[in-house]
């Protein structure tokens, strides 16, 4: 019963940004892991940010500086602001989380960045 809903993906210019969204039921972003991944045309999802339910973060070394990772226990959402954005950013995001000792995933939000 857990669900991902993932929102706020678009098409910006390069140097511009978007927040994402990953509202959440069926499972607390505050008390367990959350995590964004992407996956760009013809490559690997790769993971993005990450946040504990300690609070702890990790970072991808590509968006650092850039990316922040964020979780509001009132809305029950995790968000991505995503500042300074180029070409290689374009990808489709998608929002994660694991509980029920499984692996739950949101449907995916585009990003795309034109030059």
């Known amino acids: 019963q857990v669900r991902l809903v993932e929102s706020g993906g678009g098409l910006v210019q390069a140097g511009g940004s978007l927040r994402l969204s990953c509202a959440a039921s069926?499972?607390?972003?505050?008390?367990?892991?959350m995590a964004w991944y992407r996956q760009a045309p013809g490559k690997q999802r790769e993971l993005v940010a990450r946040?504990?339910?300690?609070?702890?973060?990790n970072y991808a070394d590509y968006v650092k500086g850039r990316f922040t990772i964020s979780r509001s226990s009132a809305e029950n959402t995790v968000y991505m602001q995503m500042n300074n954005l180029t070409p290689t950013d374009t990808a489709d995001y998608y929002c994660?989380?694991?509980?029920?000792?499984?692996?739950?995933w949101g449907q995916g939000t585009q990003v795309t960045v034109s030059s």
């Open positions: 994660k989380t694991f509980n029920w000792k499984r692996e739950h």
């Open positions: 069926g499972s607390a972003v505050t008390t367990n892991v």
């Open positions: 946040i504990d339910p300690g609070g702890s973060i």
